[in-house]
């Protein structure tokens, strides 16, 4: 288990993943805010305000919301791996969702191996609660600091 990334590059990635979803839930949180008129009340059915739209926009791909510290970084953290590397986080967040368990980590890094490498970065960006995942991954492999 875990031959390839050591558990520091985990936690860093973790790290960077977190502050990518604080910026995600601040954009979030400002598109509500969004949705109501200058009096503070909220735009009736079908009308929306242009940030609102913009952020939705962003949302649904990240990409459009243009290049964030955070999701450059993850992003340049995740591609600074080696393929190995990759699986194995991948296969990590794979136990920490309880799609296997520890035992079954050979499964999960078989399961890895089917993404596509282009892909492989782009599943654990995309994952929400990869620090989370990640986290329980460690502890249930007995890798947790």
Request: no cysteine.
């Amino acid at each position: 288990m875990l031959s390839a990334l050591p558990v520091e590059r985990i936690a860093e990635i973790a790290a960077l993943a977190k502050r990518l979803r604080t910026e995600r839930d601040a954009l979030v949180e400002r598109a509500r805010i969004d949705r109501h008129d200058d009096a503070g009340d909220p735009l009736g059915p079908g009308r929306r305000s242009a940030p609102a739209d913009a952020i939705d926009d962003g949302l649904d791909d990240p990409d459009a919301l243009g290049d964030t510290g955070a999701l450059a970084a993850l992003t340049g953290a995740i591609d600074g791996l080696t393929p190995e590397q990759r699986r194995e986080l991948l296969a990590l967040l794979y136990v920490g969702r309880g799609e296997f368990t520890a035992s079954e980590w050979e499964q999960a890094l078989s399961q890895a191996e089917t993404v596509p490498d282009v892909l492989l970065g782009r599943q654990a960006i995309d994952e929400p609660l990869l620090p989370e995942y990640l986290k329980k991954g460690l502890y249930a492999i007995g890798r947790a600091r």
